[in-house]
């Protein structure tokens, strides 16, 4: 069970974690939690860290731990009953805001960060949360023990800040949890782990998400459970729609193609480990714990609901490669791909009419700088002539196993953008036909997005 940072944002709320685990186990089930960091420290972590780097004031470090420190104080006052625990909790938060207190400080004099400094400073997110929850759990009574993804064995590549799991992970992590499942309920941070040489990594953002999944196929669970709090996985964000209806069941691949379309609920890589095992998947509400959420199987039964949800991928660029001489040269694609690979820009889309004079690309907004940089100097003037870009984009997608083989889903999606006058900058449909996907421009994204959940009726 993952409870994410919302989940855990206070004492009362960890404390109440803490209880349904007891239920959990007092029933006979066997569990592992994975803790996200209290809501919101990461993100203070890593706008501190870069204030440090820029500003180098060691005051505004101090002014910062300080916060943080009272945040999880009054988190172990307000979740733990027992003295003892208490006092064995706050040691160990103190030895870490120490350690944390001086890296952020080296990073002040040294006015440098490194991706490297980045996933060490972000783990303390998770490292300062573990004992807090382990504290709670043992206050009531059950036997519990703190690991950090590292400890408990999930050994990772070099890939700072979006590390993944080597293989040789799954049998640490069973072999150090097994025994531990018969009288205790371990509590493993989220989001972190180790490369080869003991160095902390991350999963990326959201990555707790990820890293129960990469625990349940450890020990090879009868369930993964996502506690958040929101009630499952919805039609789409309940931020920008908040007639969005909770998806009861769906699919390993739809899921998937939800998360990599910017469906933040998931991190993108979080149901692949599950699939190893076939593993079912829920995303639950910690508020009401009783609500079903939404279960995620290898299942693809075709509903009438052809469209299962829209989703919006924000913080994008669109780079436009053209020039006649790309038509009929073979090889070019290949070209802009290695050379964007190799510049360390990940594609999230792409499109290619088959006139072959023009090719549009997505990439993250971070990668823009990078991609127009690598491309430029990849190819001369007679191949490509113009490279333009826009970054005030935004990609929509519509997801929906439901889709492939059913003509007019495409149909409805233009039709109705084209009603409100909407403009589609840019199109993809992958030949799985699970997903739709589009460019418009940053100021219509919204209202494409709410026009479509409207038009497929899944508020219904
Ligand atoms: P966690 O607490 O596990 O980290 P997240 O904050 O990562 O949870 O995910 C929940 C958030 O994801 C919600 O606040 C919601 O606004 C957002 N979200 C975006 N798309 C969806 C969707 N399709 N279904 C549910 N939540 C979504
Ligand atoms: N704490 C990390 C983050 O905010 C990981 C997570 O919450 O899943 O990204
Ligand atoms: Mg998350």
Known sequence: MKFGGTS???????????????RCYDKGDEVVAITSALGGVTDGLLENSINSSKKGKVSQVKE????????????????????????????????????LEKALIGICYLGELTPRSIDYIS??????????????????GIKSQAFTGGEVGIVTTDEYGNARPLEKTYER??????????????VVTGFIAENEDGIITTLG????????SIVGAAIKADEIWLWKEVHGIMTTDPKIVPEAKPIPQISYI????????????????????????????RVKNTFEVDFPGTLIVADQTQTEDVVKAVTLIRNVALVNISGAGMVGTIGTAARVFTTLANAGVNIIMISQGS?????????DSAHLNAAVEAINSEFDRGVVRDISHDSNICVVAVVGAGMAGIPGVAGKVFDALGTAKINVIMISQGSSQHNISFVVSEDAAIQAVKMLHDVFELDK
Do not use: W
């Not at 097994?178 to 205790?184: A, C, F, G, V």
């Open 8 to 22: 855990i944002a206070d004492g009362k709320k960890i404390r109440h974690v803490a209880e349904l685990l007891k």
């Open 64 to 99: 910062f731990m300080a916060d943080l420190t009272k945040k999880h104080y009054d988190a172990i006052n307000d979740a733990i009953d027992d003295e003892d625990i208490i006092d064995e909790t706050i040691q160990k938060i103190d030895s870490r805001i120490d350690e």
């Open 123 to 140: 783990s303390y997110g998770e490292r300062l949360a573990v004992p807090i929850v382990c504290g709670a759990i043992k206050s009531l």
């Open 173 to 186: 992590v069973n072999e150090r949890l097994i025994p531990l499942l018969e009288d205790h309920i371990p």
């Open 205 to 212: 953002r959201g990555g707790s998400d990820f890293s129960a």
């Open 254 to 281: 739809e899921a998937m193609e939800l998360s990599y379309f910017g469906a933040k609920v998931l991190h993108p890589r979080s149901i692949e480990p599950a699939i190893r095992h076939g593993i079912p998947v």
């Open 355 to 363: 006139s072959e004079a023009n090719m549009s690309i997505v990439v």
